[in-house]
């Protein structure tokens, strides 16, 4: 029997020639919380909520994208997400609050604190 600590079981292995299929490989990935990406055509068919995952949200300074567009190799179909319509990255909810800032959170908290300034103290006027 194997030992539940053995790297082999802990790192999750993609291999169609020892029999694991392209689901079996994203369950694989769910089941180790790690984060996944998918394409546009594989994220209509992943539901985020129930495996408790998230959409993560990078700030594109740049402003060419949303802020949740990721480019990389699709998790499902092993496709390049650029070629196929875009990617986005999905992180387990109990670790995006370590990771990760909400925006519509800090959208509120920003707001709430601007809110609370008196004209003076916002310009520094002393």
Not at 20 to 37: A, E, H, T
Request: proline share 7%; charged share 25%; with cysteine.
């Amino acid at each position: 029997m194997k030992s539940p600590l053995d790297p082999k079981r802990i790192t999750p292995q993609h291999d169609p020639i020892k029999g694991q299929s392209r689901i079996g490989w994203l369950d694989s990935l769910l089941s180790l919380k790690k984060v996944v990406i998918l394409c546009s055509w594989c994220r209509s068919k992943f539901n985020p909520r129930q495996y408790n995952y998230r959409r993560v949200y990078v700030p594109d300074y740049t402003g060419k994208t949303d802020g949740y567009t990721v480019n990389g190799d699709c998790d499902s179909c092993r496709s390049f997400t650029p070629n196929a319509g875009g990617g986005t990255a999905y992180q387990p909810e109990e670790l995006y609050a370590l990771t990760h800032q909400d925006p519509v959170q800090a959208r509120r908290q920003s707001r709430a604190n601007a809110g609370r300034k008196t004209v003076y103290s916002a310009l520094n006027i002393k």
